[in-house]
């Protein structure tokens, strides 16, 4: 489950690329198109006999011997792509070396983004230019929607959200992600702080152990899931640039995929279950004596064959374009209802990956209008697959 699987055409040929957040399988690593075939059946239900007429219907009824299949699955295992001991003392190994650290270090420094701190500012200063905030009289931020997706793609939605922090002096921000890699849990808590090449940012750690406690039935039973995500750290970098040196405090929660952690997708589940958290959250939020505001790094459809659709990204494009435009409406009326009822009807087929942390944002807002500063798709053409995000900010109400 710590795997994830990608299309990719080398040369004439396609390959499947891995990628694996524990950091076990070796990076950029792929795997020809007839051995993930192979892959794709170990779902603990065949045997070596299953394995071995596979590979014979592969090789158009050319006899295999068992030998062959046990040095295949054997591979297999050395590489850390089974669910074996091997992987899984290795995997335990490496949460355990996590969770002794107190900082968790950036994980895409020098890779999505400069791992130096002048040149990361002159970034995100080039960024930000992108979009000049107009300065509106009115009701204060509470609240902002802004990508995840790589920097340099999603500059001009980036800015077009981030340009209001400019003028707020928040002493904690609540920053909700996506857990790409959770399956069972609705949220990930890490008492860490977090490192980026611009300083490190405090978490408050009080607060967060208090949202675990009353959690605690919802909440992933470590924070190994926060070492290498990076919806969360995107945001981080972002606020670490616009506001004053060690002003604010952090409270990072990913967001796990829902329709894996209910029974029945509804609204009315998802409130039932995550109730205590949710409530306790919503308090956090409301203290009168701390500035709190919240960002959630989201993006919304992905579609095309890199994210399992059968057909390119520009043929659904239109309908996906719909679905988020849809869920935006609601989420900028800070309608759940209506949010809750277009994720229901569009079931799932665009792959909108920030469902999870937009449900929570809109459960503990307090009450506020929102609205949708900038919508992009971006196209990636070897893969013929899309991705859309938006910015959205959030005012409230009571406050002029």
Known sequence: MDLEFFPIQHGNE????????????????????????????????KTVRDIQMALMRQKGGVLVGTDEVEGILAHL???????????????????AQFAETRVRPCSHCGQSYPGEARELKNILDKILQNRPLALEPGRSVIGLIAPHIDLSVGARVYASAYQWVKHLSPSRIV?????????????????????????????????????????????????????AEHSIEFQVIFLQHLLPQDSFTIIPILCGPIKASLSDYTRDAYIKKAAPFLETLTEIIGEEDRETIIVAGVDFSHIGPKFGHDMPATYLEGQSETHDQNLLKAVSEHNADAFWDESIKG???FNV???????????????????????????????????????VVFRNRDRS
């Open 77 to 95: 295992d050395a590489s850390f792509f089974l669910d074996s001991e091997n992987y899984r003392q290795a995997r335990d190994r490496i949460i």
């Open 353 to 391: 990956c920030g469902i999870s942390a937009i449900a929570c944002l809109l459960e503990v807002l307090p009450p506020s209008t929102g609205k949708i500063l900038d919508y992009q798709t971006w196209h990636e053409q070897p893969t013929r697959s899309a991705v859309s995000f938006a910015a």
């Open 347 to 349: 079931e799932d087929q």
């Open 14 to 45: 396609q390959v499947i690329l891995i990628r694996d957040h524990l950091g076990l399988v070796e990076e950029g690593k792929a795997v020809p198109m007839p051995l993930y075939g192979i892959m794709a059946l170990l779902d603990g239900t």
């Open 175 to 227: 920053v909700l992600g996506v857990g790409h890699q959770m399956t069972g849990d609705l949220f990930c808590l890490t008492e860490k702080d977090f490192q980026t090449p611009l300083g490190v940012v405090k978490n408050d750690q009080s607060t967060v152990q208090k949202l675990s406690d009353a959690g605690r039935s919802v909440v992933s039973k470590n924070d190994f899931i926060h070492k």
